[in-house]
């Protein structure tokens, strides 16, 4: 999403690979992101750093998300080619200028903490994963999360036709009930 960051400068955007911001509603549906309108940038911004992408990542990024108060910056470099480590974050200090967040290796894995997310960053292969250390496990991933929903629409599915069954038997069994009572009837018993 294309973020606009001064009024009437259509020329004055960026936009970030991955950007969250609370407080804003999530409705209506955005195009495009107006700081100005929003009240905020964004809270957290993470940039996947490339070969095409590095110099302005380190350099004009640093200093547009600090001037607006992104609270984080994040870089992520997939390939460890131009991050050394292939993960590096920022946060707002108490005089408003970046200050390194610093990383931590647990049983060999690089991670580090957003305060913000309230998730450890952690970068697996060349993907970066969001770990939730309340619930003990990662997030899941757009194809988990697509896989998790096929699986919950087979349950939900499988359900629906057992209450449909249950329902044909109960209509079923009123069918004999209501024949048995006729045939009672007509028998005087």
Do not use: C
């Amino acid at each position: 999403m294309l973020m606009y960051w001064e009024e009437g400068n259509k020329d004055k955007r960026m936009s970030p690979d991955v950007f969250v911001a609370f407080g804003p509603d999530k409705e209506p549906e955005r195009r495009v992101w107006l700081v100005w309108a929003e009240g905020m940038a964004a809270d957290f911004v993470l940039e996947v750093t490339s070969r095409g992408t590095r110099r302005r990542d380190e350099g004009f990024k640093v200093q547009l998300y600090q001037r607006l108060g992104v609270t984080e910056y994040w870089q992520f470099d997939p390939t460890e080619d131009y991050l050394h480590p292939n993960l590096k974050g920022r946060r707002l200090g108490p005089e408003g200028a970046y200050e390194a967040i610093p990383l931590e290796r647990r049983d060999g894995a690089l991670l580090g903490w957003s305060e913000v997310l309230g998730l450890e960053l952690r970068p697996q292969g060349h993907a970066l994963r969001l770990f939730d250390p309340a619930l003990g496990e990662f997030l899941p991933t757009s194809g988990e999360k697509s896989r998790i929903i096929g699986k919950q629409a087979q349950s939900i599915g499988a359900l629906e036709a057992e209450r449909d069954e249950a329902e044909a038997a109960r209509r079923t069994a009123e069918a004999r009930i209501a024949e048995l009572e006729r045939r009672l009837a007509e028998s005087g018993a």
